[in-house]
């Protein structure tokens, strides 16, 4: 069975810093581009930070450049988001996708697997 797991969600002030990790069971994460989408209570589901399969391409949403970084941990199998600056706007769900393609795209409708989702909770 391939599945997603997301880690390290939690509760934290304005300002401060998270770090999420996506993992795999069942398939190498090496070989899927792995993309973050988050999901705030009333609003659609949006994406926030991609990275192509082998990590030679990301990208990020408008609302966290310069703040959350992705990147790929070929020694523990993760894609880890690296969240600073973190504002009450960034408060959601967070989910990660694995899309075999390989192509870093916000495009939820191409995504193959789907974790069940990390809480994020940014206080002011």
């Known amino acids: 069975q391939l599945q997603l797991v997301e880690s390290g969600g939690g509760l934290v002030q304005s300002g401060g810093s998270l770090r999420l990790s996506c993992g795999a069971s069942g398939f190498t994460l090496d070989n899927y581009a792995i993309v973050w989408f988050r999901q705030a209570p009333g609003k659609e589901r949006e994406g926030v930070s991609c990275?192509?399969?082998?990590?030679?391409?990301?990208n990020y949403a408008d609302s966290v450049k310069g703040r959350f970084t992705i990147s790929r941990d070929n020694a523990e199998k993760t894609v880890n988001l690296q969240m600073n600056s973190l504002k009450p706007e960034d408060t959601a769900v967070y989910y990660c996708a694995a899309n075999r393609f390989g192509a870093c795209a916000f495009r939820a409708d191409v995504m193959n697997i789907w974790g069940k989702g990390t809480q994020v909770t940014v206080s002011s």
């Open positions: 990275v192509s399969s082998r990590g030679g391409a990301t």
